[in-house]
């Protein structure tokens, strides 16, 4: 199976460094193959048909607690559910100059329709849409600073997810795709 691994907090504000070379030998030698790292902030594509996906995320962070002293959470998708995601995903949208759009990853037992509740959102700015165990958020970037994203850092919410910018998510997914092809 081909699975995305989204690691939660490292190399932000020069805090929990994790060099990518180095994440990508412990992914290894925790037995994952095919191992491929995307920007340092820590998303990786990797195979394995070993391990069953509820049991990759304990794996995987005993490897970087051994190999780099830190406790970082680390989320998994598979290829199917990257695929369900992205499918909800409208085309159009982008992160740049004009727009700004993420995806939220939710762990285990968030749930959508809860977390989209509590999202600190102004009514009438930016559009929201639930994925499966994701949520996708895009803003232009005139309203960005009104439409209350700001304070969702902090909140208990941001502790129940990771997020990506969609071009990352997409590229992520492009890698997921390349790698379930060899």
Do not use: C
């Not at 195979?47 to 989320?75: C, H, S, Y």
């Amino acid at each position: 199976m081909i699975y995305a691994a989204l690691l939660r907090g490292i190399n932000v504000g020069g805090n929990n460094k994790v060099e990518m070379k180095r994440l990508k030998t412990a992914f290894e030698a925790a037995g994952m193959e095919h191992v491929k790292t995307y920007i340092n902030s820590g998303n990786i594509v990797f195979a394995n048909d070993l391990l069953a996906q509820t049991e990759l995320p304990a794996v995987l962070e005993a490897a970087i607690l051994t190999e780099f002293g830190l406790n970082i959470r680390v989320l998994i998708r598979s290829l199917d559910e990257m695929e369900a995601i992205l499918a909800k995903l409208p085309e159009d949208w982008s992160n740049g100059e004009e727009m700004k759009s993420d995806v939220f990853f939710l762990w285990e037992g968030t749930d959508e329709a809860e977390a989209a509740s509590a999202l600190p959102l102004t009514p009438g700015i930016g559009t929201l849409i639930a994925a499966p165990r994701a949520l996708l958020y895009a803003v232009s970037r005139e309203d960005a600073g009104r439409s209350g994203m700001n304070k969702l850092v902090g909140s208990k919410l941001y502790a129940q997810m990771t997020v990506r910018n969609v071009n990352t998510t997409r590229k992520i997914m492009d890698m997921m795709r390349e790698s379930a092809r060899q």
